[in-house]
């Protein structure tokens, strides 16, 4: 919040004339408001609330909203020198015909310089192929065609580590479900790929790609133990350098927010939790958007974990349902990617599940089931079924409960007890709650969840995430 009251304070006049028109016209009476108060007076949050008659989440959509008008409002008002530079580059052919030889030989070297400020390997090649044509009869012929092979080398490179990037948190979403550690092989030996390529050239552009993954994959692969803080610290203020030198870089404007994750995984992996809070508002303000649009660039589904992790701290886990109902209103996920689908339609129901709506928990759960296969992923079908199996209980649904039961059961003996134990522990959890005959259920049903939480567990176990209350035994 404290952003948007930054970037609103410091609007022209006729910044906030036009912006407060807009919303106007496009019936936003509401956010156009909210723009005025927070532009206008110095009123706390919940004045802001009192004035606009809406609760806290519909005041939290609000900011979402207009947050998302300021951005693109003022991108649209600032020229874009790479846009510029594209169509620059587009434009060639045509100087190259009508143009003087000076003229034209000036203007390529004019805008080399420029591509390469920017880093933009593919428009480079067309600028030196130009230039090695045009010095045909020189000397210079041989220099032009050295820089034409390298910057396709380069350009071929940039492609690869894109490629790759892609590849990394494809593998990370399997590896997260299974806990193989084949696919925890590969992923750091694509890491090790990525810095290779990053090493070769002096290129920032390959830095943040490399980074990206760098840092994902020493908080969530290698572990906490591996971690050099200051390394780490030192490639984020690199980072954050490279991004403020090239503010119009399309790409980097909106890797910012992959960076913010970090940052915010980074400080809640060393539990310094008031470091992590000065990210959270804005990752989770773009938590929609990094699920539908950033998956080839980053994990999105972390962050609800993250999200649930902190809302258990704080005792905020009855909230979260409403919360989920605006941040997610239009989100449109690819349910082909099954790890990042399946970890966001599981969130929802934990959401459920906290608020007591457990008859809509299981029918997301249901759902999902339906829609989508987990097969591949016999630990991770387990988590699901089990959460679904705590809803059917809850409701005293016994049949559908026992046929769900004995389905988890057949795959708990097929994969070994060993590898479930988490799993054995809590079906016995879910009997207690059914049986009624048996005495003191929830003081044995609180014993056995303690001896779950002893068990180690990396990767996808929601169940991890559930507490058995007294009020699940009456």
Same mark, same amino acid.
């Given at each position: 919040?404290? @952003? ?10 006729q910044?906030?004339?036009?912006? /407060? $028109? ?7 009476? &509401?956010?156009?408001y ?20 809406? $609760?806290? $989440? ?10 998302? %008008? ?6 649209e ?15 060639i052919?045509?100087?190259?015909? =009508?143009? &003087? ?16 400020? *920017? ?42 580590? +894109?490629t ?11 590896? /997260? /479900?299974?806990?193989?550690? =084949?696919? @925890?092989? +590969? ?21 943040v ?22 390394? !780490?610290? $030192?490639?984020?203020? @690199? ?16 890797? %910012? ?7 915010? +995984?980074?400080?809640?992996?060393? @539990? ?6 000065? *990210? ?11 699920l ?5 660039? =980053? ?11 902190? #809302? ?5 886990? &009855? ?8 941040? /997610?209103?239009? !989100? ?43 097969? %591949? ?19 005293? +649904? ?14 708990i003996?097929?994969?070994?007890k060993?590898?479930?134990?988490? #799993? ?19 003081? &044995? ?6 001896? !779950? ?17 007294? %009020?699940?035994?009456?």
């Amino acid at each position: 919040m404290a @952003k948007l009251k930054n970037i609103i304070k410091q609007l022209t006049k006729q910044d906030f004339d036009v912006i /407060f $028109n807009s919303l106007m016209e496009s019936n936003a009476e &509401k956010s156009a408001y909210l723009l005025q108060m927070l532009y206008q007076e110095k009123m706390s949050d919940s004045q802001i609330m009192e004035r606009l008659d809406v $609760n806290s $989440n519909a005041y939290y959509t609000l900011r979402s909203r207009l947050n998302q %008008k300021i951005e693109e409002y003022l991108l649209e008002q600032v020229e874009n020198p790479r846009a510029d530079l594209l169509k620059k580059v587009a434009n060639i052919p045509e100087i190259v015909f =009508t143009k &003087k030889r000076t003229i034209v030989v000036a203007t390529l070297k004019k805008l080399e310089k420029e591509l390469l400020d *920017y880093d933009l390997s593919n428009e480079l090649t067309i600028v030196y192929k130009t230039l090695k044509r045009l010095h045909a009869h020189t000397s210079d012929y041989f220099t032009y065609s050295q820089l034409y092979n390298k910057h396709v080398a380069y350009m071929l490179s940039v492609d690869k580590a +894109e490629t790759l990037i892609t590849e990394y948190f494809r593998k990370f979403g399997s590896f /997260f /479900f299974s806990g193989n550690e =084949t696919e @925890k092989l +590969e992923l750091t030996l694509i890491h090790k790929e990525l810095q290779s390529i990053r090493n070769l050239y002096d290129s920032h552009r390959l830095f943040v790609y490399q980074s990206c993954v760098g840092i994902f994959h020493l908080l969530f692969v290698e572990g906490k133990d591996s971690m050099d803080e200051e390394a !780490i610290e $030192n490639t984020i203020a @690199k980072v954050e350098k490279i991004f403020g030198m090239y503010p119009m870089d399309t790409t980097y404007h909106h890797l %910012k927010i992959v960076f913010e994750f970090l940052k915010l +995984e980074y400080y809640n992996s060393y @539990k310094l939790y008031r470091k992590a809070e000065d *990210y959270y508002d804005e990752v989770n303000d773009s938590i929609s958007t990094l699920l539908s649009n950033y998956t080839i660039y =980053t994990f999105p589904a972390r962050f609800l974990y993250t999200k649930i992790e902190r #809302a258990l701290r704080l005792g905020l886990q &009855k909230e979260l349902y409403n919360e989920n109902l605006h941040i /997610f209103e239009d !989100i449109e996920m690819d349910s082909e990617d099954i790890p990042n689908y399946v970890s966001y339609v599981v969130y929802r129901a934990l959401g459920c599940h906290y608020a007591e709506k457990h008859e809509e928990a299981a029918r997301l759960l249901n759902n999902l089931l339906n829609d989508v296969s987990i097969k %591949k992923y016999p630990l991770a079908l387990i988590e699901v079924k089990l959460i679904l199996a705590l809803q059917y209980a809850i409701n005293r +649904e016994n049949e559908l409960l026992t046929q769900l039961l004995g389905s988890v059961q057949r795959q708990i003996r097929m994969l070994g007890k060993q590898q479930c134990a988490a #799993a054995a522990l809590f079906i016995k959890v879910i009997k207690l709650i059914i049986n009624q005959s048996k005495s003191d259920r929830s003081n &044995k049903a609180r014993a056995l969840m303690d001896k !779950i939480s002893q068990i180690p567990r990396m990767g996808f176990a929601p169940t991890k995430y559930l507490a058995i209350d007294e %009020k699940h035994f009456k």
